[in-house]
């Protein structure tokens, strides 16, 4: 792109002034931060083929960045000599052009680290359906590298890895194949080129088996019934969810009834659906109930004595359909439990 100027006034424009061109370059792509013995290493995709060169700039936590480097044209790397052992760094790069720059790339981070990572605080293991646990912990070393995941199945008197992760990948772990009904222990540990940490404290949960032989009944005056099948000795409730939709988003309600029970009778709005019966335990859920009958669902409809009218308003549920139900509105957009 060339450029030239013209001054005016009311007698009218000037001569041109002499033309200067420039070209915007494009900015990195791709940037990643690598930690060696005593510094960092910086690397990028150089994706402009106009740049006079590039500008490095490094941030600490609080994020206030300042340039430590600047390279030739066509580099696609930075060694960062000058960094603090311990202490996450913050990297961003941006060509320069006719002393101007591109865009900022996205950031990248690491840390020089002189020693193992501290051991992993665990937040929990829960049941995520029948056949799974989702186990959930934080990151107490800003070194950490990687985690890994271990599991007991005989009460902790052995162990087996059950997978590993890279820190990008977050502090949460989803442990399928699990059998309803069986404890399943676990313990996280956190590693970096120096070594790994010890465990972390031990959390264990069993999935529930999932109720089976549902039965919908609509009774006709704005309530429904359930009934079900329990096949679990370790649920803490069963809850039963409803959802409802506005023009943007869905919500679940979720009514919850005592361990051991295999009936529930609801009042269910226009506007709701029924959406599934589930056995609760340690925070999660088993999978979705089964429909009864070889023909999946089984629904039994019963006449309503009064039929409402178009606009009315939904009739007032019982008592003890108002008594079951234990929570509102939950999070908006939640997604249900493993059906």
């Not at 700039?57 to 300042?66: G, H, M, N, S, V």
């Not at 311990?86 to 790069?93: E, F, L, M, N, S």
């Not at 088996?209 to 009934?227: E, F, M, Q, S």
């Amino acid at each position: 792109m060339c450029y030239r100027a013209i001054a005016t006034n009311s007698w009218g424009e000037s001569a041109p002034s002499n033309i200067d061109c420039t070209a915007p370059p494009e900015w990195p792509r791709d940037i990643a931060a690598v930690a060696g013995t005593s510094s960092l290493t910086v690397t990028w995709i150089d994706a402009s083929s106009v740049e006079d060169g590039y500008q490095v700039e490094r941030a600490l936590d609080d994020f206030q960045f300042t340039v430590v480097g600047d390279v030739q044209a066509n580099a696609t790397s930075f060694v960062d000599n000058s960094v603090v052992p311990d202490t996450r760094h913050w990297y961003r790069v941006r060509a320069k052009k006719d002393g101007g720059f591109s865009h900022y790339s996205a950031y990248a981070s690491a840390a020089v680290a002189t020693r193992p990572p501290d051991a992993p605080t665990m937040y929990g293991a829960s049941p995520a359906g029948s056949t799974a646990a989702s186990i959930s912990w934080n990151n107490t070393s800003i070194t950490t590298t990687t985690f890994r995941v271990e599991r007991s199945t005989d009460g902790q008197a052995s162990w087996a890895t059950a997978g590993s992760q890279t820190v990008d990948n977050g502090t949460s772990f989803y442990d399928g194949d699990r059998t309803p009904e069986s404890e399943a222990c676990y313990r996280v540990f956190a590693s970096n080129a120096l070594g790994e940490s010890g465990p972390s404290a031990v959390d264990c949960t069993i999935p529930p088996a999932r109720p089976t032989n549902l039965v919908y009944t609509d009774n006709g005056d704005g309530t429904i019934t359930l009934t079900w099948t329990d096949n679990s000795n370790v649920e803490d409730s069963y809850a039963v969810f409803i959802v409802y939709c506005d023009w943007y988003y869905c919500y679940w309600n979720v009514y919850s009834f005592d361990p051991n029970a295999t009936t529930a009778t609801l009042y269910l709005s226009s506007t709701e659906y029924f959406d599934g019966v589930y056995a609760a335990h340690d925070g999660g859920y088993s999978d979705a109930a089964a429909w009864a009958g070889s023909g999946g669902l089984a629904i039994v409809s019963s006449t309503p004595s009064v039929l409402p009218t178009k606009g009315a308003r939904a009739p007032r549920p019982s008592a003890a359909a108002r008594a079951a139900r234990v929570s509102d509105r939950m999070m908006v957009g939640r997604t249900p439990p493993k059906r």
